[in-house]
């Protein structure tokens, strides 16, 4: 049955910029992935989408999340795709340094302008970028991952420092990957248990279903409704919504991209 209350709060959440993490780790295609399916997906349903990719670097050619930042929300054209990633490598380390020095308020309502009213913002970067940008905030960063080692690795590590660090509560999300059910679930388990006994709770876990006849459009519209209840809420361009704890203002050091 398809979750109605889902559907009443993604209705409230009308006329709100929805900032919604996803988290890279050193296999970024699963990241990719994640932000693929949800962004084709959700502009399905009728939002619309933009992805800001942490991994490309705005150039003149290709302007990103850098050049809006200066001149404010894209203008609007007919015929153009819902769905649109933007380059946002220089954008994203001007927020984090706003963030760093003046709490992650200022940058969440620098990046806010850049969006008009109803846009859903996927926010693709390393964990320690989002840490930063979204430290307090009432929002539930996303954590995709496989079950092989590496990738079980990389997940406790952004559970930890996302939740150390940024006083976050990420979701863990199970990616399809060729590792067989028994060994998934051990691992899941494995990487539960490690969470509440080291960080002190159960994080959230919502995989990704998988495709085949028994997967309707109402469970794959279900998962995509509980990811964006994970996203942030602002309520108007420039205002951090409620829920966001501002930071004392201070001098922090801004991790680089690849520190993970």
Known sequence: MFDQAAGLRSVAAAHCVRVLPVVLGRDSDVAFDMVWTLGAGLSVLGHSVVALDA???????????????????????PNEAQWRVWPSQSGMQTLLHVAATQGPGAA??????????DTVVLLLAPKEWVSVLMEGAAVRP???????PTGVVDAYSALKVLHQAGDLKPVLVPMRSEVPDPVAEQALGV??????????????NSPLPEQGPS?????ITQWMLRMLESALLLEEPGTPGS??????????????????
């Open 55 to 77: 991994t490309s670097r705005e150039q003149s050619g290709r302007p990103g999340l850098a050049q809006f930042l200066k001149t404010g929300p894209e203008p609007a054209s």
């Open 108 to 117: 969440l309502a620098r990046l806010a302008a850049c969006f008009s009213p």
């Open 142 to 148: 996303l954590v995709p991952f496989t079950f092989q």
């Open 191 to 204: 990487l539960l248990d490690t969470a509440k006994r080291h960080l002190g709770w159960v994080p959230e």
């Open 215 to 219: 997967v309707t459009r109402d469970i």
């Open 243 to 260: 829920g966001w704890s501002p930071s004392t203002p201070r001098e922090a050091l801004v991790p680089q991209l690849w520190s993970c």
